[in-house]
């Protein structure tokens, strides 16, 4: 048996227990900087948008004998504007100038043929408006939009409004820290960036469901029983959840970041590396914010209610009375962990099925 199983199985007992509900105030401030940072970097450096949304003509140059700076230079005298080019890992010269005349782009290719020593035919170039940019953005927002009505629906009718709070929290929170790294970073946003921005919703929504699926097998009939309180149930639920998360997180992102190598080092900058970077971002927030954030802001709204306050209440006068109990005889007070085994073990027992007695069975 691994370790890694041998981990999941005590946490899933509540053998040991990370307290992450209980220490929500660490995971805010880390999300806090986070978020911050992501936010700082969009004010300030904004997006590097595309040529698809910003608009713009395009010319890709394969073969080309000519440096970045030769091509640079005879683009930028021919339009008088700022050009961006870069170097596929294919080799391909890209070229990419302000919006020019179909007149203008045939003499610019003409011009790259010649400095960049081949034929003008071999230049594929094209003149993209900043209208089609627009009408995906458009398109994207109306799919989101759509997208965050439907979960709230759902997540309201299958669990309750305050789980679908929290999947909200997390989902912004997994959409800004993605956006704000391509700020920060500089990576161009595409159409597929904001396909894999979409893509990234359903992978994080998938992680907190799961969470909270457990959560809500824990805190089933819990205002019946005085020995856990709802937080306490919430952070059993995350422990036990923990290494499945993990896992298909791992899972999920290796074949991701094979095809951010592939397209990085091998196949040059793509649509596949696009959509790969947003997914790979996404994803690592995802599981964080299943983790460190949805499940903490569950519990804080959950805990606020009456019910969960008076449940809160009868557990600490019990756990009170318990410990002047064993205080007066000497006994070792059980620790939070302990009572956790003891009741999650009382559930599994219950749980399996009990043996007929042999007097009792029928006969063939």
Excluded at 18 to 47: D, E, H, M, Q
Excluded at 172 to 199: C, K, Q, R, S
Aim: proline share 3%.
């Amino acid at each position: 048996m691994s370790k890694l199983t041998v981990i999941g199985q005590r946490l899933y007992r509540g053998d040991v227990s990370i307290n992450f509900v209980g220490r929500w105030k660490t995971w805010y401030v880390i999300s806090g900087i986070i978020l911050l940072i992501s936010v700082g970097a969009l004010l300030g450096r904004g997006l590097n948008l595309g040529i698809e949304f910003k608009g713009g003509a395009d010319f890709s140059l394969p073969s080309a004998t000519c440096s970045v700076e030769e091509a640079r230079t005879v683009s930028e005298d021919a339009t008088g504007a700022q050009t961006i080019v870069t170097i596929t890992g294919s080799g391909t010269v890209r070229v990419q100038t302000e919006t020019l005349t179909p007149e203008a782009s045939s003499v610019l290719a003409g011009q790259l043929a010649d400095a960049c020593g081949i034929s003008k035919d071999d230049i594929k170039y094209q003149v993209v408006g900043p209208t089609w940019g627009a009408e995906i953005s458009a398109k994207a927002l109306q799919g989101l939009v759509v997208f965050l009505l439907l979960v709230t629906l759902f997540l309201t009718l299958y669990f309750e409004w305050r789980m679908a709070v929290a999947a909200l929290v997390a989902l912004a929170h997994d959409l800004l820290i993605t956006i704000g790294v391509y700020a920060l970073i500089g990576l161009e946003v595409t159409p597929a960036t904001v396909i894999g921005l979409l893509t990234i919703l359903g992978y994080s929504l998938y992680d907190t469901v799961v969470v909270f699926d457990k959560v809500k097998e824990n805190t089933r009939g819990i205002t019946g029983q005085s020995v856990l309180t709802y937080n306490e149930s919430a952070n059993l639920a995350v422990n036990q959840t923990l290494v499945r998360s993990i896992n298909t997180s791992i899972v999920a992102l290796l074949p991701v970041l094979s095809i951010i190598f592939v397209g990085a080092f091998l196949l040059g900058a793509g649509t596949l590396l696009d959509l790969a970077v947003a997914l790979a971002i996404g994803m690592a927030a995802g599981t964080y914010s299943s983790i460190f954030v949805a499940t903490p802001v569950l519990a804080q709204l959950k805990s606020a209610t009456p019910e969960m306050k008076a449940l809160a209440t009868r557990v600490n006068a019990r756990r009170s009375q318990a410990q002047k109990k064993s205080a007066d005889l000497g006994e070792e007070v059980p620790s939070v962990d302990q009572l956790v085994t003891a009741r999650t073990q009382n559930a599994v027992d219950r749980a399996q099925p009990r043996k007929v007695p042999r007097s009792k069975r029928k006969k063939s």
